[in-house]
């Protein structure tokens, strides 16, 4: 069955270190994204892609970096510069129109110890 | 730019009871309308779309949800609810062209037996 897979499901992260999540997805899907979900804040665009070797800063792009070199994937890397890390980060990815919405990762909870 | 309003941030229904989750818009063309279910430490899943046609759409789990233009709303439903339903749902919209949904800030329901 075709469908994002988002690894590892839980990350611990120390202060100063960088650490990268992963998002494999095997639908075709053209557009790729990722999100970060705090309690309370609903989901807020961190980077998004919609063609490979192309991406685009969402709306909390700071502290964070992308790559997309293949189709299928789209890892996220955390950086030292961000500076409350800790929280649920979503991939989803998308067809190249919006009729179909988004197909969701089942998430990773990032926190720092 | 299309927005997306949830009124309510938490609502709390008795088992058995119906439930009406309001979502409102703001889209100038013929809005793409999603409801998408998340429960805790998961991925959303999709509920239900609208694209065209006729205006009450129904989803899995027994969810339906009416678009009313002349009220830019895209209120879901259900004449029942079972403690199962208990979690977090998003309303998003998308534009006719391109693919990037924008999502409400959630309704976290919660079920009492």
């Known amino acids: 069955d075709g469908g994002i897979t988002q690894s590892p499901k839980y990350l611990f992260r120390k202060e100063g270190q960088n650490v990268t999540l992963s998002c494999e997805q095997n639908?075709?899907?053209?557009?790729m994204y990722w999100y970060r979900q705090d309690p309370g804040q609903g989901l807020r665009l961190i980077y998004y892609s919609q063609i490979v070797n192309d991406f685009q800063k969402g709306d909390i792009a700071e502290g964070y970096s992308v790559s997309r070199e293949k189709k299928e994937s789209f890892p996220l890397t955390v950086t030292s510069a961000q500076k409350n890390p800790t929280a649920f980060y979503l991939c989803?990815?998308?067809?190249?129109?919006?009729?179909?919405?988004?197909?969701f990762g089942s998430g990773t909870r990032l926190t720092v110890v | 730019a299309q927005s997306v309003t949830q009124p309510d941030i938490h609502i709390t229904v008795s088992e058995g009871a119906s439930l009406e989750l309001r979502c409102n818009y703001s889209y100038g063309a013929t809005p793409y309308l999603f409801w998408y279910v998340q429960s805790p430490g998961q991925g959303l899943q999709l509920l239900l779309k609208?694209?065209?046609?006729?205006?009450l759409v129904q989803g899995i789990k027994g969810f339906e949800a009416e678009f009313k233009r002349s009220q830019s709303s895209f209120n879901l439903r259900k004449p029942s609810v079972h403690w199962s339903d208990a979690a977090e749902y998003f309303c998003a919209v998308g534009a006719e062209y391109g693919n990037k949904l924008v999502f409400g800030a959630g309704t976290i329901l919660r079920v009492k037996s």
């Open positions: 639908l075709n899907h053209d557009a």
């Open positions: 989803a990815s998308s067809s190249r129109d919006s009729l179909y919405g988004y197909t």
């Open positions: 609208y694209f065209s046609g006729d205006t």
